[in-house]
């Protein structure tokens, strides 16, 4: 080991990390996969009320898919939170 680095990822820590890292990143895949498949209903569903009613329709079926792109937004924040505490990161 260089001089000056210690190496906090042996023993118990360094098990204690693989293990968080693990159910971090599954958890986060999950989260992410959940948010983007609900973003694209979102964004589907929209697109049909759209295409259904034209024009007078367009306000709500754009709602709708701007509601889901949030969603499929705010999934992706949380998937990345969850994925950086499982590494230990701030």
Do not use: C, H, Y
């Not at 990390?17 to 694209?40: D, E, L, M, Y």
């Not at 009320?49 to 509601?67: E, N, Q, R, W, Y």
Request: hydrophobic residues 35%.
């Amino acid at each position: 080991m260089p001089i000056g680095e210690s190496n906090q990822d042996t023993g118990v820590t360094g098990a204690a990390k693989f293990v968080t890292g693990a159910v971090g990143n599954t958890v986060g895949g999950v989260s992410r996969t959940v948010g983007n498949v609900t973003g694209a209903a979102g964004r589907g569903i929209g697109d049909t009320i759209t295409g259904a009613t034209g024009s007078a329709g367009k306000p709500v079926g754009d709602a709708v898919g701007s509601l889901g792109t949030g969603i499929e937004n705010g999934a992706a924040g949380v998937a990345k939170g969850v994925e950086n505490a499982g590494q230990w990161k701030r």
